[in-house]
């Protein structure tokens, strides 16, 4: 079991740090710089839009009740977005990498 008084000790070294960065903010000190990393649209998140618009593409062609001719429009036009969200990921990647 953990000791209280150490726990106490510890949120109050923690108090005491916050408190002695608000006073130097407070008096005009600079504040330490605080670095973000830029979020990016991952891998992970293309291919699954992609995946899902396959499952869309192809679940409508499975269950519908639209004539051949607009199945096959959806069914074309859903896997064609899949792939071009893909390349345009890749393209936006090589792109972004070329800038550094």
Request: zero cysteines; glycine letters at 12%; aromatic letters at 4%.
């Given at each position: 079991m953990p000791d209280p008084k150490k726990d106490i000790e510890r949120l109050q070294r923690e108090i005491d740090h916050?408190?002695?960065d608000a006073d130097r903010a407070f008096k005009g000190e600079?504040?330490?710089p605080v670095l973000y990393r830029q979020s990016s649209l991952g891998l992970d998140a293309v291919l699954t839009g992609a995946g899902m618009l396959v499952v869309l593409?192809?679940?409508v062609s499975?269950?519908?009740e639209l004539t051949k001719d607009q199945v096959t429009?959806?069914?074309?036009g859903s896997?064609?977005?899949a792939g071009g969200l893909v390349?345009?990921?890749s393209v936006g990647r090589k792109?972004?990498?070329s800038w550094r």
């Open positions: 916050a408190r002695s600079p504040p330490k593409g192809l679940s499975l269950a519908s429009a959806l069914t074309a896997v064609g977005a390349i345009g990921y792109r972004r990498s």
